[in-house]
Nanobody, 114 residues
Framework: QVQLVESGGGLVQPGGSLRLSCATS????????MGWYRQAPGKQRELVAE???????NYAESVKGRFTISRDNAKKMVYLQMNSLRSEDTAVYYC????????WGQGTQVTVSS
């Protein structure tokens, strides 16, 4: 079973930046699409960004132009660069591998507040 471990969350002021990382275990990382999701208190988990094995990306409208998803197949890592952060970006951010098990990480907290 694959393990996904997120890191890079924290407290940041509005307008600031954070870079989230997701480290994965197991083989064949490069063949899987990967995604970042988030869940705010009292809300459903939602898609933030996703990237296919070939590098095509898709973003939620609310983060377009501010967030960038990327991957490093050699390191089996996926990243989420978040710029111009807003208070409404506050959430737990999760990494997901699009496989038959629907593998998720444990999440990392991002808090945007002055």
């Amino acid at each position: 079973q694959v393990q996904l471990v997120e890191s890079g969350g924290g407290l940041v002021q509005p307008g600031g930046s954070l870079r989230l990382s997701c480290a994965t275990s197991g083989s064949l990382f490069s063949i899987y699409s990967m995604g970042w999701y988030r869940q705010a208190p009292g809300k459903q988990r939602e898609l933030v960004a996703e990237i296919t094995s070939s590098g095509s990306t898709n973003y939620a409208e609310s983060v377009k132009g501010r967030f960038t998803i990327s991957r490093d197949n050699a390191k089996k890592m996926v990243y989420l660069q978040m710029n111009s952060l807003r208070s409404e970006d506050t959430a737990v951010y999760y990494c997901k591998r699009y496989d038959v098990w629907g593998s998720w990480g444990q999440g990392t907290q991002v808090t945007v507040s002055s």
